[in-house]
């Protein structure tokens, strides 16, 4: 007779445990642990027998040698939007697993619809919905403009149904929207648990690596912004895409979580419109529009995601403190690295914060990830905190170490012709990064330091 097992897993980390926790041992977070049906265990006896019956298969005939396997040049689709081909690594991979995630209204339908227009000139579209009837889809359709044939709706949450349909009609690239409404009914959980969506996300798997058929699933956030149940998951699809940005603002930026054909550093900038989403071919330009001159408190950072240069407005306020404990705020930066940067200021700059609140952000909903960013952040705190203005064409870049030391960083050539592409006239970057490079090359005005305080010189009026 078989046995079920009850397990216990946290829909953040992954962490699996016999019984229930109210704090997960390993992330720490509250409230996280799911209930989850594990396949029955059957009886010794039962096991035994099936252990030898599937010892007699012979898999001899399955095994391939590496080099007859064949790889022909179309194994990726264009999906005919340039941003989303640079984040999926060169296009959509034949057979591929891809999660879209992101908050609700921030854009994951509109684009796979818009991706279906273009696809659906030479490639058969299945489009799946468990939550828009194909009415609601239809009318979204005709917003955004997207008219073709080889385009079916089809509107069921069965995943084992869904999965026969996909491979009976064989469509050259399948949507399934969302995965959180997607059911087994052998399961005995409700639809968007960990268990319903593990095993969902399993069977969609399958059937994209046996049909070779490209599949996007949709997948929605928690409250805390995450996936839900993103570790569940993550081993499972081969690439997880996830839209940034606040749904106020007309800007989105699509990252790469992880990519098994491609780099996780690229990303795409896009801007929603009445018409859909709007590649943002030059997004440094997007993120320093409506730039406020003579301002104190700002400087401009140039960081590179993936191979692409970006220039982003680094934002900084230091403000008298009515607490006994000043607050530090930190929006599009890391909250960690903001706090070691303030210590080094004080320690190797003489600049005290004891009394004052400090508010930093990055603009544009921009998130500053790289440690190339932290010389463009002392800058703009020294300015706020001193309240003198940067010259407006002055842009830095340069990791800060504790010793108040600016260590050099990659790709120099590259920040410097995309800032003087934009019209900067200055650069300041660490000292050591000026070895090897031609500076005949720029017309801008480029300073090496080697100190914080260095740096701070450079830019006291």
């Given at each position: 007779?078989?046995?079920?097992k009850?397990?216990?897993?946290?829909?953040?980390?992954?962490?699996?445990?016999?019984k229930?926790?109210?704090?997960?041992p390993?992330?720490?977070?509250w409230n996280t642990?799911?209930?989850?049906?594990?396949?029955?265990?059957?009886?010794?006896?039962?096991?035994?027998?099936?252990?030898?019956?599937f010892s007699?298969?012979?898999?001899?005939?399955?095994?391939t040698?590496?080099?007859?396997?064949?790889a022909?040049?179309?194994?990726?689709y264009?999906t005919?939007i340039g941003?989303?081909?640079?984040?999926?690594g060169?296009g959509?991979?034949?057979?591929?697993?891809?999660l879209?995630?992101?908050?609700p209204?921030?854009?994951k339908?509109?684009?796979l619809?818009q991706?279906c227009g273009f696809?659906?000139?030479?490639?058969?579209?299945?489009?799946?919905?468990?939550?828009?009837s194909?009415?609601?889809?239809?009318?979204?359709?005709?917003?955004?403009?997207?008219?073709?044939?080889?385009?079916s709706?089809?509107h069921?949450?069965?995943a084992?149904?869904?999965?026969?349909?996909?491979?009976?009609?064989?469509?050259d690239?399948?949507?399934?929207?969302?995965?959180?409404?997607?059911?087994?009914?052998?399961?005995?959980?409700?639809?968007?648990s960990?268990?319903?969506?593990?095993e969902?996300?399993?069977?969609?798997m399958?059937?994209a690596k046996?049909?070779?058929?490209?599949i996007f699933?949709?997948?929605?956030v928690?409250?805390?912004g995450?996936?839900?149940?993103?570790?569940?998951?993550?081993?499972?699809v081969?690439?997880?895409l996830?839209?940034e940005?606040?749904?106020?603002?007309?800007y989105?930026?699509?990252?790469?979580?992880?990519?098994r054909?491609?780099?996780?550093n690229?990303i795409?900038?896009?801007?929603?419109?009445?018409?859909?989403?709007?590649?943002?071919?030059?997004?440094?330009?997007m993120?320093?529009?409506?730039?406020?001159?003579?301002?104190?408190?700002?400087?401009?950072?140039?960081?590179?995601?993936?191979?692409?240069?970006i220039?982003?407005?680094?934002q900084?306020?230091?403000?008298?403190?009515?607490?006994?404990?000043?607050?530090?705020?930190a929006?599009?930066?890391?909250y960690?690295?903001?706090?070691?940067l303030?210590?080094v200021l004080?320690?190797?700059?003489?600049?005290?914060?004891?009394?004052l609140?400090v508010?930093?952000n990055?603009v544009g909903?921009?998130?500053?990830?790289e440690?190339?960013g932290d010389?463009?952040?002392?800058?703009?705190?020294?300015?706020?905190?001193?309240?003198?203005?940067?010259?407006?064409?002055l842009?830095?870049?340069?990791?800060?170490?504790?010793?108040?030391?600016?260590?050099?960083?990659?790709?120099?050539?590259?920040?410097?012709?995309?800032?003087?592409?934009?019209?900067?006239?200055r650069c300041?970057?660490?000292e050591?990064s000026?070895r090897?490079?031609?500076?005949?090359?720029f017309?801008?005005?480029?300073?090496?330091?080697?100190?914080?305080?260095?740096?701070?010189?450079?830019?006291k009026?």
């Amino acid at each position: 007779m078989s046995k079920s097992k009850m397990a216990y897993i946290c829909a953040d980390c992954g962490y699996e445990s016999a019984k229930w926790n109210g704090r997960c041992p390993s992330c720490k977070e509250w409230n996280t642990m799911e209930e989850y049906s594990a396949p029955p265990v059957a009886a010794k006896g039962a096991k035994a027998k099936a252990s030898a019956e599937f010892s007699s298969v012979s898999l001899e005939n399955q095994i391939t040698v590496l080099s007859e396997i064949e790889a022909d040049g179309e194994a990726r689709y264009s999906t005919g939007i340039g941003e989303l081909d640079r984040v999926l690594g060169g296009g959509l991979v034949k057979g591929s697993l891809v999660l879209l995630g992101g908050e609700p209204g921030i854009g994951k339908s509109t684009i796979l619809l818009q991706i279906c227009g273009f696809l659906g000139e030479n490639q058969t579209i299945l489009y799946i919905s468990g939550e828009e009837s194909i009415r609601q889809i239809k009318l979204r359709a005709d917003r955004l403009g997207v008219f073709t044939n080889r385009l079916s709706l089809l509107h069921c949450s069965d995943a084992a149904s869904i999965a026969g349909a996909i491979s009976a009609a064989k469509p050259d690239i399948a949507i399934i929207d969302s995965i959180q409404t997607m059911a087994i009914a052998e399961i005995n959980s409700s639809a968007g648990s960990v268990t319903q969506v593990r095993e969902c996300t399993n069977l969609f798997m399958r059937t994209a690596k046996a049909e070779e058929i490209p599949i996007f699933i949709v997948g929605h956030v928690n409250k805390d912004g995450a996936i839900a149940g993103p570790k569940v998951m993550e081993h499972i699809v081969d690439a997880v895409l996830y839209f940034e940005g606040e749904r106020h603002l007309s800007y989105r930026i699509l990252r790469a979580v992880k990519n098994r054909y491609g780099s996780t550093n690229e990303i795409g900038v896009f801007e929603m419109s009445g018409a859909g989403l709007l590649e943002v071919k030059n997004p440094s330009a997007m993120m320093l529009s409506g730039r406020a001159e003579n301002v104190s408190g700002s400087c401009i950072a140039c960081i590179m995601e993936g191979s692409r240069p970006i220039l982003a407005e680094v934002q900084a306020l230091a403000a008298k403190s009515g607490f006994s404990a000043p607050r530090r705020t930190a929006t599009g930066f890391d909250y960690n690295r903001l706090s070691m940067l303030l210590a080094v200021l004080e320690k190797r700059a003489s600049m005290f914060f004891g009394t004052l609140d400090v508010y930093l952000n990055v603009v544009g909903g921009f998130k500053l990830l790289e440690p190339a960013g932290d010389l463009a952040v002392a800058l703009s705190i020294f300015s706020a905190f001193y309240d003198v203005p940067l010259d407006g064409s002055l842009t830095a870049f340069g990791e800060i170490g504790l010793g108040g030391e600016v260590r050099s960083v990659t790709n120099i050539a590259q920040r410097l012709a995309e800032a003087e592409r934009l019209g900067f006239k200055r650069c300041i970057i660490p000292e050591r990064s000026l070895r090897g490079l031609d500076v005949s090359g720029f017309t801008m005005e480029i300073a090496g330091v080697s100190s914080i305080r260095q740096a701070f010189g450079l830019v006291k009026s």
